[in-house]
C-alpha cells in the first residue's frame, strides 16, 4: 500500500504498487475451472465496469467473486457473489494486500464442478485465483519521479545527455532550436546527485529545473 513514513530519508509515499497489464489465468480444482482476471484501474467507476464486462462475458458462471483496492482513498471493497461468507471475496481480497497492491481489480470466475471444496478448499482456491491473476498482469513498482527541464548550448548537449542516464534519469525529449532543451524525469532521491554532476561538468552554468512530479514504472 502507499505510506508516508521516512526510511533513510525517502518517503515511502513516493512509491506503491500496481500491476502492468490486464492479463488472466485459470486451473481446475476439482472439475471447478477457476479463471482469475485482473486490471490496472484508476477510479471506482473502471472496477464497477470490469466487473461487469465479466459478468457478462461469464452470465452462466455459478459465482463472479471480485475484489479491488484504490490508492485514492485507501478504497476497498469486495463481493462473496454467493459464496459462503468470507470464504471468496475477503481470500481475493488479501492477496492484492498482502503484495501490497493498489488500483486494480481482480474478478474469480468460477464453473462448479459438481464436488464441494469445503470452507477451507474454497478458500485457497480464490486465493489462488487471485495469485495467478496478479501474476499474469505482473506486479510493478511505481516511483514518483521529477519531471525536469535543462537549457543548454549545443557543444554541453553531448556532456548532459551522457550524465542524465548515468544517475537514472530518462530522457523524455530533446529540442533544438537557438540552444538544446533536454525533457526528462528521473526518480527523486537521485535529483541532488545529478544536480551536482552537472555542477562539476559545466562550473554551475547548468541547473536541472523541476516542472512537476509525476509516477512512473521503477527500474528493478
Not at 19 to 41: H, M, W
Request: aromatic share 10%; hydrophobic share 35%.
Amino acid at each position: 500500500m502507499c505510506r508516508s513514513f521516512c526510511i533513510g530519508g525517502v518517503l515511502l509515499q513516493d512509491f506503491y504498487k500496481t500491476v502492468l497489464n490486464e492479463a488472466q489465468d485459470e486451473f481446475t480444482e476439482k472439475r471447478s475451472r477457476f479463471i482469475g482476471y485482473c486490471k490496472p484501474i484508476k477510479t471506482e467507476q473502471e472496477a464497477v465496469d470490469f466487473i461487469n464486462s465479466k459478468r457478462s462475458i461469464h452470465w452462466d458462471a455459478t459465482h463472479n467473486v471480485y475484489a479491488y483496492v484504490l490508492k485514492e482513498g485507501n478504497i476497498q471493497r469486495y463481493s462473496d457473489d454467493g459464496e459462503p461468507q468470507g470464504t471468496a471475496g475477503v481470500p481475493v481480497l488479501d492477496v492484492i494486500k498482502k503484495n501490497n497492491v493498489v488500483d486494480c481489480v481482480v474478478v474469480a470466475t468460477r464453473y462448479f464442478g459438481g464436488i464441494l471444496l469445503g470452507g477451507g478448499g474454497l478458500v485457497r482456491a480464490y486465493s489462488h485465483s487471485a495469485k495467478i491473476a496478479l501474476d499474469a498482469a505482473k506486479v510493478i513498482t511505481m516511483e514518483k519521479c521529477f519531471c525536469c527541464q535543462v537549457l543548454m548550448s549545443y557543444n554541453q548537449y553531448g556532456k548532459v545527455s551522457t550524465l542524465i542516464p548515468q544517475t537514472d534519469g530518462i530522457i523524455d525529449d530533446s529540442s533544438f532550436t537557438d540552444n538544446v532543451k533536454i525533457l526528462f524525469h528521473i526518480p527523486k532521491a537521485n535529483l541532488s546527485l545529478l544536480q551536482k554532476k552537472l555542477n562539476d561538468a559545466t562550473s554551475g552554468e547548468i541547473i536541472a529545473e523541476i516542472l512537476y512530479e509525476k509516477y512512473f514504472i521503477k527500474k528493478e
